[in-house]
């Protein structure tokens, strides 16, 4: 009787090692999805500097979040996303190429897209890492002054832009 226990267990491990396997309907996401707009497409104008300003600009575009700034690459390396270059390249656009070298003073205004809840603070590595990019000051551990502003939402996002020398 033991023995026809024990193969009637080797036919029923049998049965479920040769049951149909599940499949997975979920669709996977695209974690770096490409912008659907080109950089060069986005709109924005440099606004008029005056005195100490090195920069005055205002873009229709929302940065995009530290949360979506790196992706994890291969081998556990980290890289800038594809919506993160693509920023940099909008505001390289509107920054002029100074590379200034003192402490300056950064004010922020942006608008987000929708009513979406956003953390302010989010946004603040991708404009000050475009700063750099686009070679207005060397290293965003130049600015020694910073104030961020929430607007009303704007239907696609705007963002302003200042950046005074102290």
């Given at each position: 009787?033991?023995t026809?226990?024990?193969?009637?267990?080797?036919?029923r491990s049998?049965?479920?090692?040769?049951?149909?396997?599940?499949?997975?309907?979920?669709?996977?996401?695209?974690?770096?999805?490409?912008?659907?707009?080109?950089?060069?497409?986005?709109?924005?104008?440099?606004?008029?500097?005056?005195?100490?300003?090195?920069?005055?600009?205002?873009?229709?575009?929302?940065?995009?979040?530290?949360?979506?700034?790196?992706?994890?690459?291969?081998?556990?390396?980290?890289?800038?996303?594809?919506r993160?270059?693509?920023?940099?390249?909008?505001?390289?656009?509107?920054?002029?190429?100074?590379?200034?070298?003192?402490r300056?003073?950064?004010?922020?205004?942006?608008?987000?897209?929708?009513?979406?809840?956003?953390?302010?603070?989010?946004?603040?590595?991708?404009?000050?890492?475009?700063?750099?990019?686009?070679?207005?000051?060397?290293?965003?551990?130049?600015?020694?002054?910073?104030?961020?502003?929430?607007?009303?939402?704007?239907?696609?996002?705007?963002?302003?832009?200042?950046?005074?020398?102290?």
């Amino acid at each position: 009787m033991n023995t026809q226990f024990k193969a009637s267990q080797k036919i029923r491990s049998k049965r479920v090692a040769w049951s149909k396997p599940k499949t997975n309907t979920a669709k996977k996401r695209n974690v770096d999805p490409t912008p659907l707009v080109p950089s060069f497409l986005v709109e924005g104008k440099q606004l008029g500097v005056i005195g100490p300003e090195l920069l005055s600009c205002e873009i229709m575009i929302v940065p995009p979040s530290v949360n979506h700034y790196w992706i994890k690459g291969r081998n556990n390396t980290n890289r800038l996303s594809k919506r993160a270059l693509h920023f940099i390249e909008v505001l390289k656009r509107f920054i002029p190429a100074i590379n200034y070298h003192g402490r300056v003073k950064v004010i922020v205004e942006y608008s987000p897209p929708d009513n979406k809840i956003r953390d302010i603070d989010n946004i603040l590595k991708p404009c000050l890492d475009a700063l750099a990019k686009g070679q207005l000051i060397e290293d965003d551990n130049q600015v020694h002054e910073l104030s961020v502003k929430k607007m009303p939402v704007v239907k696609g996002g705007k963002l302003f832009i200042q950046v005074e020398k102290i």
